[in-house]
């Protein structure tokens, strides 16, 4: 069988990675020396990385994470309320597959999104659909989503993420139907998939931001008591990057 008849094998089998990794081989004279199974080893290896990297690839584009944000480039300085420890955890991702939740608070500007869609990020790199919504665009979505006649479809999709991310809770009043939609997605999830929150409220006040009292009690009931907490403190990052671009 020629070279190319091989490569041309491979492909037609999608085995991308190992077609590449194959003709590496071949563009490599030193590489014809190396034991049959060394070179298939690196075949196969090819073949996986490539896998992995399109899947997360897949993941992230249905992601629609607000910021480009992993986890090496986390900032631990003192004074940000991070705990290495604690984001170690948070970073296996255990939380995720046991469906608890994580609430981030803090001021604004403080990177509470940027820390959610790291955290979503390395869910992602672990093969976990994650989801980033702004809580007042999902809102908006129900609302046409249910306009459309295609509400079902839309939360049923929801669903499926294991991880959803919700920026920017409490930014903007709920209305009486907002809050019921907001209850629905969170029922949803229980037991089946977690959410991580960011919000310049502290969780005391939530209570009160979400109005009515029984709907308050179901959804707070859902969150909060499953849920890892970090307090971010310190200057908004965005005062500090502005600072260090004058000073260059």
Same mark, same amino acid.
């Given at each position: 069988m020629?070279?190319?008849h091989?490569?041309?094998? =491979?492909?037609? @089998?999608?085995?991308?990675?190992? +077609? !590449?990794?194959?003709? %590496?081989?071949? *563009?490599?004279?030193?590489l /014809?020396?190396?034991?049959?199974d060394d070179? =298939?080893?690196? @075949?196969v290896d090819?073949?996986? +990385? !490539?896998?992995?990297? %399109?899947?997360l *690839?897949?993941l992230?584009k /249905?992601?629609?994470?607000k910021?480009?944000?992993?986890a090496?480039?986390?900032?631990?300085?003192v004074?940000?309320g991070?705990?290495?420890?604690?984001?170690?955890?948070l970073?296996?991702?255990?939380?995720?597959?046991?469906h608890?939740?994580l609430?981030i608070?803090g001021p604004?500007?403080?990177?509470?999104?940027w820390l959610?869609?790291?955290?979503?990020h390395q869910?992602?790199?672990?093969?976990?659909?994650?989801?980033?919504?702004?809580?007042?665009?999902?809102?908006?979505?129900?609302?046409?989503?249910?306009?459309?006649g295609n509400?079902?479809?839309?939360?049923t999709?929801?669903a499926?993420?294991?991880l959803?991310?919700?920026?920017?809770?409490?930014?903007?009043?709920?209305?009486?139907r907002?809050?019921?939609?907001?209850?629905?997605?969170?029922?949803?999830r229980?037991?089946?998939?977690?959410?991580?929150?960011?919000?310049q409220?502290?969780?005391?006040?939530?209570?009160?931001?979400l109005?009515?009292?029984?709907?308050?009690?179901?959804?707070?009931?859902?969150?909060?008591h499953?849920a890892?907490?970090?307090?971010?403190?310190?200057?908004?990052?965005?005062?500090l990057?502005?600072?260090?671009?004058?000073?260059?």
């Amino acid at each position: 069988m020629s070279r190319q008849h091989t490569l041309n094998a =491979l492909r037609e @089998l999608k085995l991308e990675g190992m +077609a !590449a990794a194959l003709e %590496r081989q071949h *563009a490599s004279p030193s590489l /014809q020396d190396s034991p049959f199974d060394d070179r =298939l080893a690196v @075949l196969v290896d090819s073949e996986r +990385a !490539a896998r992995e990297n %399109r899947r997360l *690839a897949r993941l992230l584009k /249905q992601a629609r994470l607000k910021v480009e944000a992993c986890a090496e480039d986390i900032d631990y300085r003192v004074g940000r309320g991070i705990d290495k420890q604690q984001i170690q955890g948070l970073l296996a991702c255990d939380w995720i597959t046991q469906h608890q939740n994580l609430i981030i608070t803090g001021p604004t500007g403080v990177g509470k999104t940027w820390l959610a869609c790291a955290l979503a990020h390395q869910g992602a790199r672990r093969g976990i659909p994650v989801a980033y919504r702004r809580l007042p665009r999902l809102l908006e979505e129900l609302e046409i989503a249910r306009e459309a006649g295609n509400l079902t479809a839309v939360r049923t999709q929801l669903a499926r993420t294991k991880l959803l991310v919700l920026d920017d809770w409490g930014v903007s009043p709920l209305g009486r139907r907002a809050r019921q939609d907001l209850l629905e997605v969170i029922d949803d999830r229980v037991g089946s998939g977690s959410v991580a929150i960011t919000s310049q409220l502290p969780i005391t006040e939530w209570h009160a931001y979400l109005g009515e009292p029984t709907i308050a009690d179901a959804i707070l009931d859902r969150l909060v008591h499953s849920a890892h907490r970090i307090q971010l403190q310190g200057e908004s990052m965005r005062k500090l990057k502005s600072k260090a671009s004058r000073r260059d």
